[in-house]
Nanobody
Framework: QVQLVESGGGLVQPGGSLRLACVAS????????MGWHRQAPGKQRELVAH???????NYADSVKGRFTISRDNAKNTVYLQMNSLKPEDTAVYYC??????????????WGQGTQVTVSS
């Protein structure tokens, strides 16, 4: 009953920027950590960034200094600001969220993914 919907993907030139957003809706009691993963063709899914409910962040080394994850708890939304994009950033980006109820994990939910293509 929890749904995560990503938006903001598209085609961008190297060096450009995109801002991804993911909105959680449905049977949400509370959201703990939220994050972004990506999967490129022929590559293993990898963690891009995640953010705790208190705002602590972590980034993959490959995106550190270029990407910024943030969240708006009132809107159940997580964002990924991507700057200085490189062709190797091309992938399907998925958001995820851990939903809690009274401190208990109800589940880890994933969005449908949004395609990011960095190409000239």
């Amino acid at each position: 009953q929890v749904q995560l919907v990503e938006s903001g993907g598209g085609l961008v030139q190297p060096g450009g920027s995109l801002r991804l957003a993911c909105v959680a809706s449905g049977s949400i009691f509370s959201i703990n950590a939220m994050g972004w993963h990506r999967q490129a063709p022929g590559k293993q899914r990898e963690l891009v960034a995640h953010i705790t409910s208190r705002g602590r962040t972590n980034y993959a080394d490959s995106v550190k200094g270029r990407f910024t994850i943030s969240r708006d708890n009132a809107k159940n939304t997580v964002y990924l600001q991507m700057n200085s994009l490189k062709p190797e950033d091309t992938a399907v980006y998925y958001c995820n969220a851990e939903i809690l109820n009274y401190g208990m994990t109800l589940g880890h939910y994933w969005g449908q993914g949004t395609q990011v293509t960095v190409s000239s």
